[in-house]
Antibody, heavy 122, light 107 residues
Framework: EVQLVESEGGLVKPGGSLRLSCAAS????????MNWVRQAPGEGLEWVSS????????HYADSVKGRFTVSRDNAKNSLYLQMSSLRGEDTAVYYC???????????????WGQGTLVTVSS | AIRMTQSPSSFSASTGNRVTITCRAN??????LAWYQQKPGKAPNLLIY???TLQSGVPSRFSGSGSGTDFTLTISCLQSEDFATYYC?????????FGPGTKVDIK
């Protein structure tokens, strides 16, 4: 069974930083592209970032470019999102997701973690 | 960025109804379209990919159609567990974008 488990989020002050992690199990992690998707309270879904299997292709939403950094450690079956210069509009549930097509191309998401809430507020 | 729209934004329906949700892209995305279901407090669940292909484990009452810019999600016989919010997503190009969602609730 595919499992994606995000680390605990938390309350961060504007301008602060936070690193999310996602522990993957039940599949060959190194064979799949991975992604972060977020959802602000009461709002819709917003794609944040994608990373290919060997980290050779990385993409970001314009809203986080230059502030967020995605990475992965295939040896540890883990995905990461380093978030810095956080703003109130970054407040959201962040989901770790697996790409369906296992490629560097744009993808849809066939498995999702349970999500972790990041709140940016003073 | 490709903009996705959905209609209606919400509606009420009864169990047993046939329901259709529409998703439109502001440029052609071929068949690179996915549909997700999300229940309150839960992560989204992939229902359909490549516009028409049912994800493994998803009931056959769900179906998708369309290509290019216009797509539909149909639930042939609405069940109680289908009351949820539905999102479309294009994966034709980055940035990946979702529709705003369609909430289906009980009449």
């Amino acid at each position: 069974e595919v499992q994606l488990v995000e680390s605990e989020g938390g309350l961060v002050k504007p301008g602060g930083s936070l690193r999310l992690s996602c522990a993957a199990s039940g599949f060959t992690f190194s064979s799949y592209s991975m992604n972060w998707v977020r959802q602000a309270p009461g709002e819709g879904l917003e794609w944040v970032s994608s990373i290919s299997t060997s980290s050779g292709y990385i993409h970001y939403a314009d809203s986080v470019k230059g502030r967020f950094t995605v990475s992965r450690d295939n040896a540890k079956n883990s995905l990461y999102l380093q978030m810095s210069s956080l703003r109130g509009e970054d407040t959201a549930v962040y989901y770790c997701t697996r790409g369906r097509y296992s490629s560097s191309s744009p993808d849809c998401f066939d498995s999702w973690g349970q999500g972790t809430l990041v709140t940016v507020s003073s | 960025a490709i903009r996705m729209t959905q209609s209606p934004s919400s509606f009420s329906a009864s169990t047993g109804n046939r329901v259709t949700i529409t998703c439109r892209a502001n440029q052609s995305i071929s068949s690179y379209l996915a549909w997700y279901q999300q229940k309150p407090g839960k992560a989204p669940n992939l229902l359909i990919y490549a516009a028409t292909t049912l994800q493994s484990g998803v009931p056959s009452r769900f179906s998708g159609s369309g290509s290019g810019t216009d797509f539909t999600l149909t639930i042939s016989c609405l069940q109680s567990e289908d009351f949820a919010t539905y999102y479309c997503q294009q994966y034709y190009s980055f940035p990946l974008t979702f529709g705003p969602g369609t909430k289906v609730d009980i009449k």
